[in-house]
T-cell receptor, first 116, second 115 residues
Framework: GAGVSQSPSNKVTEKGKDVELRCDPI?????LYWYRQSLGQGLEFLIY????????KSGLPSDRFSAERTGGSVSTLTIQRTQQEDSAVYLC??????????????FGEGSRLTVL | AQSVTQLGSHVSVSEGALVLLRCNYS??????LFWYVQYPNQGLQLLLK??????LVKGINGFEAEFKKSETSFHLTKPSAHMSDAAEYFC?????????????FGKGTKLSVKP
């Protein structure tokens, strides 16, 4: 597709369960980002992948959160032993690093996670 | 460390009135600055960006923003609000100078437009 695709769009789970959220970036984009959007908190950076470099995991809130990016394309964000405070919209974005970098990110529509 | 402060979590204007959404940033290096808009149940869409060229930047839907280094500000304006402008607006900063990394976002300002 032409844009960033995320799935599922909505996920309801029970406390303590594991969840996986998927992001398919724009074809050819080398950089991929995960953000979390909670009510009234704006966007919180989670993790950033750029090409084959080691990911920047500095925003992950706890060791229950992890992400991987296979083949430099699709990424999966995994939350283990979910807690109610994990309820949020998880946004994925991608960007193309060219010689004339401008920093624009292209966002998917997000995955809304509700932990009961 | 970079940061962004958006003054006012909610702004309400009448249709046809001036829109002014405030953003102040902190950065130790020349910044790149962005405004994104998020319509209900949608992802974020770029409105405009400043990348060290002209200080007055024009974006989509009649919005513009002016980079003022002395005031560390990048306020978003639109001369005449339209009902379709009702959305949440996010200001963001990135490290400039050609390096790549994540954007740091403000907490957002929800714009309401009254008929």
């Amino acid at each position: 597709g032409a844009g960033v695709s995320q799935s599922p769009s909505n996920k309801v789970t029970e406390k303590g369960k594991d969840v996986e959220l998927r992001c398919d970036p724009i074809s050819g984009h080398t950089a991929l980002y995960w953000y979390r959007q909670s009510l009234g908190q704006g966007l919180e950076f989670l993790i950033y992948f750029q090409g084959n470099s080691a990911p920047d995991k500095s925003g992950l809130p706890s060791d229950r959160f992890s992400a991987e990016r296979t083949g430099g394309s699709v990424s999966t964000l995994t939350i283990q032993r979910t807690q109610q405070e994990d309820s949020a919209v998880y946004l994925c974005a991608s960007s193309s690093y060219s010689g004339d970098y401008t920093g624009e990110l292209f966002f998917g529509e997000g995955s809304r996670l509700t932990v009961l | 460390a970079q940061s962004v402060t958006q003054l006012g979590s909610h702004v309400s204007v009448s249709e046809g009135a001036l829109v002014l959404l405030r953003c102040n940033y902190s950065s130790s290096v020349p910044p790149y600055l962005f405004w994104y808009v998020q319509y209900p149940n949608q992802g974020l869409q770029l409105l405009l960006k400043y990348t060290s060229a002209a200080t007055l930047v024009k974006g989509i839907n009649g919005f513009e923003a002016e980079f003022k280094k002395s005031e560390t500000s990048f306020h978003l304006t639109k001369p005449s609000a339209h009902m379709s402008d009702a959305a949440e607006y996010f200001c963001a900063v990135s490290e400039g100078g050609g390096s790549q990394g994540n954007l740091i976002f403000g907490k957002g300002t929800k714009l309401s437009v009254k008929p």
